[in-house]
């Protein structure tokens, strides 16, 4: 063998070694962990502005507008909006309210999804599904987590203070200073926006149990049996009257007038503005067959 060839032996046998070496310092790719689950916004009514994660104005929300981790969501003094999760969760902005999405991922490793809103000024009603997850709703002075099948509602004041109200299902609410709130159904906590439990209390209960028909519910008319009508809670927080209740499916709910959603499972949960704060407030079920029950409750205005 000759010098030249010798050394063209060894040049070979160190090219290959190199790559051999090489592949075996490869790191192979990071599996995912995560994927983004769908949110988007299925009702507009009235002016709804929507800014995008990494941007600088605001565009008018439409049902076609993918929402994403990072948005911001503004309803103005008479809109509404209402945001519905892939896992099931929902959430009802109400008028005159900011709220941002902060998490709306599927964990592959645990299977659970992770749902988050940030509210800063204004109000949302929410509504988790049977799903298991983690949900949580982010307020100045702290969070709530609500369990699954949980029905409720937040409000935060401009100057950051917040009322967690659950009117179905569970939540803890742990604030800024580390305090820890568990929160039962027809329970509402307020914190300030440093993190301070101003106080925990029950929420107004109906006078009586409103459940149709019974007397107590009032005239109806029509020569069909009336729709069955409960009648969950009533509570008036400002101007705004909070009335929830169960039904049956496609029957029409009224409040003074104003239509009230009614779910496929006949469950209603909605808040409506009231003119006077001292008033008497008419709730009518029509069914399909055209038969009306209807309740006259007064409704005053809490402390």
Not at 169 to 186: A, M, Y
């Amino acid at each position: 063998m000759t010098a030249g060839a010798g050394w063209e032996r060894l040049a070979l046998v160190a090219l290959v070694t190199s790559l051999f070496v090489g592949c075996g310092k490869r790191e192979l790719p990071t599996p995912q962990k995560t994927v983004e689950i769908g949110v988007r916004l299925t009702s507009i009514e009235g002016r709804v502005q929507v800014k995008k994660a990494g941007t600088l104005h605001w565009i008018d929300g439409t049902l076609a507008i993918p929402i994403q981790k990072g948005d911001l969501i503004s309803t103005d003094k008479h809109a509404t909006a209402k945001l519905q999760f892939s896992d099931g969760s929902q959430f009802d902005v109400r008028p005159d309210s900011v709220i941002t999405i902060i998490e709306n991922f599927h964990d592959l490793i645990s299977r659970r999804p992770h749902v988050g809103v940030s509210i800063q000024s204004g109000e949302a009603n929410f509504r988790t599904p049977a799903q298991p997850g983690y949900r949580k709703i982010e307020t100045p002075g702290g969070r709530a987590t609500p369990e699954r099948e949980t029905e409720g509602n937040v409000q935060v004041a401009r100057d950051g203070k917040a009322a967690v109200h659950i009117y179905k299902g569970k939540s803890q609410v742990e604030t800024r200073t580390g305090q820890q709130i568990h929160l039962g159904p027809s329970e509402s906590v307020q914190i300030d926006a440093e993190g301070t439990v101003e106080s925990k209390e029950a929420l107004s209960a109906v006078p009586a149990p409103l459940v149709a028909p019974p007397d107590q519910l009032g005239a109806w008319s029509g020569v069909s049996r009336p729709p069955q009508f409960v009648l969950d809670s009533i509570e008036l927080r400002g101007n705004q009257l909070h009335v929830a209740g169960r039904t049956e499916p496609e029957v029409t709910v009224t409040l003074n007038g104003v239509h009230i959603p009614v779910q496929r499972d006949g469950s209603f949960n909605e808040h409506v503005a009231l003119e006077e704060r001292n008033a008497v407030v008419s709730i009518r079920a029509t069914g399909k067959s055209g038969a009306t029950i209807e309740q006259r409750l007064p409704v005053v205005a809490g402390r």
